[in-house]
Nanobody, 120 residues
Framework: QVQLVESGGGLVQAGGSLRLSCAAS????????MGWYRRAPGKQRELVAT???????NYADSVKGRFTISRDNAKNTVYLQISSLKPEDTAVYYC??????????????WGQGTQVTVSS
């Protein structure tokens, strides 16, 4: 069993900051790329940022310069520092992880999501 658990969401005023965390646990051999996605009300889920095991990052244009993704490989945890928040950043944020489980199968797992609400 593998679980991804997000934390750190909440209600924040425009211009504020939050730090999201996502920890992977369970029968894990190796965690490869980790990422954050979001789904705003009435919209499809979209990529926010990804980070490889080696630390190479990729960001959606809409968040470049405001969001920073990082990870702690020893803790199988990925973080998303979000700053200069805008009302349009309001969404449920999901983390995912491409990892090898104890059955030596590479699969993608998703967290349950954490709500970020930005008030104007």
């Amino acid at each position: 069993q593998v679980q991804l658990v997000e934390s750190g969401g909440g209600l924040v005023q425009a211009g504020g900051s939050l730090r999201l965390s996502c920890a992977a646990s369970g029968s894990i051999v190796r965690v490869n790329t980790m990422g954050w996605y979001r789904r705003a009300p009435g919209k499809q889920r979209e990529l926010v940022a990804t980070i490889t095991r080696g630390g190479t990052t990729n960001y959606a244009d809409s968040v470049k310069g405001r969001f920073t993704i990082s990870r702690d490989n020893a803790k199988n945890t990925v973080y998303l520092q979000i700053s200069s928040l805008k009302p349009e950043d309001t969404a449920v944020y999901y983390c995912n992880a491409d990892l090898m489980n104890s059955k030596l199968r590479s699969e993608v797992y998703w967290g349950q999501g954490t709500q970020v609400t930005v008030s104007s």
